[in-house]
C-alpha cells in the first residue's frame, strides 16, 4: 500500500477507477470533480465526496470543507494536516452506507455507517451552507466494533 501513496499530493487514483466513496460510479463522474474544485450540489455530495478525500488522503480537501465551527477546525493548517492523514493513512475505507439525508435550504444532515477496517463509523453529520458552499459542521458518532 504505501508505495501507493504520494504524501503531498494524496493518493494516486485512476480517474477511471471506481470511486472510494463505493458509489460505483467511476471516480472521475463522481467524486473527482469536487476534488478539482467543482462545488458539490448539496449536501450528500458534500458527504460522499469527503468520505473518497479520506480514502485518498486528501487532507487539503477535508480541511477546505470543514466549517470552523467543527471541533477540529484549527488555524495550525499543519498540525491538523497531519491529524488527518495519521487517520486515513491508517484506516481502510471499506464502505460506506447511507440512512438518511433530510435537507434544507442551509442546513442539511447526512446519517451514515463508515465502514472502517477496524471499526464501523455510525455518525449523523450536520452540514451548513456558507456562500453557495456546503461545509461539513459536527457529526455525533457511535463507533461499533466489527
Ligand atoms: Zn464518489
Known amino acids: 500500500m504505501q508505495e501507493a501513496i504520494d504524501y503531498y499530493g494524496g493518493m494516486k487514483l485512476s480517474p477511471n477507477s471506481s470511486c472510494p466513496c463505493h458509489s460505483g460510479k467511476k471516480y472521475k463522474q463522481c467524486c473527482q470533480p469536487y476534488h478539482k474544485g467543482i462545488l458539490p450540489s448539496n449536501a450528500l455530495r458534500l458527504m460522499r465526496s469527503r468520505y473518497s478525500a479520506f480514502a485518498l488522503n486528501l487532507s487539503d480537501y477535508i480541511m477546505a470543507t470543514t466549517h470552523p465551527n467543527n471541533s477540529d477546525y484549527t488555524e ?31 442546513e442539511a444532515f447526512v446519517t451514515f455507517e463508515a465502514v472502517l477496517d477496524s471499526s464501523i463509523l455510525k455518525e449523523k453529520s450536520r452540514f451548513l451552507k456558507e456562500e453557495r458552499k456546503w461545509l461539513y459542521e459536527s457529526g455525533d458518532f457511535s463507533p461499533a466494533t466489527l
Open 76 to 106: 495550525d493548517k499543519e498540525q491538523w494536516k497531519q491529524s488527518i492523514l495519521n487517520f486515513s493513512l491508517n484506516t481502510r475505507f471499506l464502505g460506506l452506507i447511507i440512512n438518511e439525508f433530510v435537507e434544507g435550504e442551509n
